[in-house]
């Protein structure tokens, strides 16, 4: 199928792993208010390995590439470390639930300084990577594909091919809106969410309309 470009509201955002690869899973809501999941296959996570100041950088990233068949580059940079010019090696994986592990690992070869960025979330390195904001307007070229297995609840599917970028924009997409006011009860000091019933729901949805769901006594599973 041919690539189309997808004008969307960034909703959410989570990642699956699939056979040791990732995929980053992006929410969103289109111009025409259509409920859409695009799936970027192609981002690798990826930490970077500190070196000592006589390390010799090309052997280093030598060595780290043995370290698992999870590496699928080790490349040597230049970064700043408050401030400081270092010597670094960029290790890019395949899966980020084995990020820290593999970084464990790197951290004890000869050569090596520390490890750092491989505790920060695999979605939230995308989204500073991409300059993505959420509850923002973003612009991606796409296919559609089969949706994945359990079936999302969206009206459309797509593969990320490039992108997705930011785009301006201060108009809301269609939002279904759900906001809830609880209260609890505890007849000492503060309410404890193991013994203390819920008495009182109040949800007012987006179209004005409300329901408030009343325990009957302190049984509150009605509610």
Excluded at 35 to 47: I, Q, S
Excluded at 160 to 180: D, K, Q
């Amino acid at each position: 199928m041919s690539a189309e470009e997808c004008r969307f509201w960034l909703l959410d955002i989570n990642y699956e792993v699939v056979g040791h690869e990732p995929e980053v899973w992006l929410w969103g809501i289109t111009d025409d208010g259509k409920r859409v999941l695009l799936l970027d296959r192609g981002y690798w996570p990826y930490f970077y390995a500190v070196l000592k100041e006589d390390a010799e950088p090309k052997a280093v990233a030598e060595r780290i590439k043995t370290i698992s068949p999870l590496i699928v580059s080790a490349e040597p940079v230049d970064r700043r470390y408050f401030g400081r010019p270092v010597k670094a090696v960029k290790v890019v994986c395949k899966d980020p639930e084995e990020l820290e592990k593999i970084a464990k690992k790197v951290a004890k070869l000869e050569g090596v300084k520390e490890c750092l960025e491989d505790d920060i979330r695999y979605s939230m390195s995308y989204l500073i990577d991409k300059g993505l904001r959420p509850c923002g307007w973003h612009v991606a070229k796409v296919k559609p594909v089969e949706p994945p297995k359990p079936s999302p609840q969206v009206d459309a599917v797509y593969e990320v091919l490039e992108g997705p970028v930011a785009v301006e924009g201060h108009e809301l997409p269609a939002l279904r809106l759900l906001a809830f006011y609880m209260v609890a009860y505890s007849p000492r000091g503060s309410p404890r969410p193991k013994e203390n019933p819920v008495v009182v729901i109040t949800a007012l949805t987006g179209e004005g309309e409300r329901k408030t769901f009343v325990a009957d006594g302190e049984d509150d599973k009605p509610v």
